[in-house]
């Protein structure tokens, strides 16, 4: 279990930097509720709420808004409920007719009433993140995309390289239009027909 200050250390931990003020507005823009609040006032969290606070953050640096991100951990919580195995409960053993010791110490009323529930969603939140993570940079370095990305890479140097020397073309074309210019003027007409001693 968690509060919300040992949350914010968790967080800031795994390099999510966030403050309380954001950390309020999360649980309160996203739905996230407690599961025990003690005597003082001081609420406590479990797993799946920290996830959901990471998944979150991770939402809405995506641009995703809040609606959306309610919808999508809504879907995460009916997801973790789907795990969640009930624990069979003990029941006595009769041998002829009377009952084992060992299963005598647990009381049929007692067991049947107490149920235990798994909680595995961290952990297998984890482990799913842990597997993909692995399955893409395999993916990546075991096909030609890694390739492909260098000779993308090298392309584009070409294509800096290349622009540079367009520019230098342009400004070298726009320098001898200037001097055409000049040749072509009224003024230069003048002097070759002085030069040529035409009128």
């Known amino acids: 279990?968690?509060?919300?200050?040992?949350?914010?250390?968790?967080?800031?931990?795994?390099?999510?930097?966030?403050?309380?003020?954001?950390?309020?507005?999360?649980?309160?823009?996203?739905?996230?509720?407690?599961i025990y609040e003690d005597e003082g006032g001081l609420e406590f969290y479990d797993d799946l709420a920290l996830e959901k606070i990471k998944k979150g953050i991770s939402l809405k640096a995506q641009g995703y808004s809040d609606e959306q991100i309610i919808t999508k951990l809504s879907r995460m919580e009916a997801r973790v409920e789907k795990t969640k195995e009930p624990v069979k409960t003990i029941q006595p053993v009769l041998v002829n007719s009377a009952p084992v010791e060992a299963a005598t110490a647990i009381q049929p009323e007692v067991a049947a009433q107490k149920s235990f529930t798994l909680d595995v969603s961290s952990q297998t939140l984890q482990m799913l993140a842990e597997a993909v993570a692995k399955k893409i940079s395999d993916d990546i370095t075991n096909s030609d995309m890694a390739s492909k990305l260098i000779e993308a890479g090298g392309y584009k140097k070409d294509n800096e390289i290349l622009a540079k020397q367009v520019k230098e073309l342009l400004e070298h074309n726009k320098e001898l239009s200037q001097r055409i210019e000049i040749l072509e003027s009224q003024e230069s007409k003048s002097f070759w027909t002085r030069f040529w001693g035409r009128k």
């Open 1 to 34: 279990m968690y509060n919300r200050e040992t949350i914010l250390k968790n967080l800031n931990s795994e390099n999510y930097y966030i403050d309380n003020h954001s950390l309020d507005l999360f649980f309160t823009d996203w739905k996230i509720e407690s």
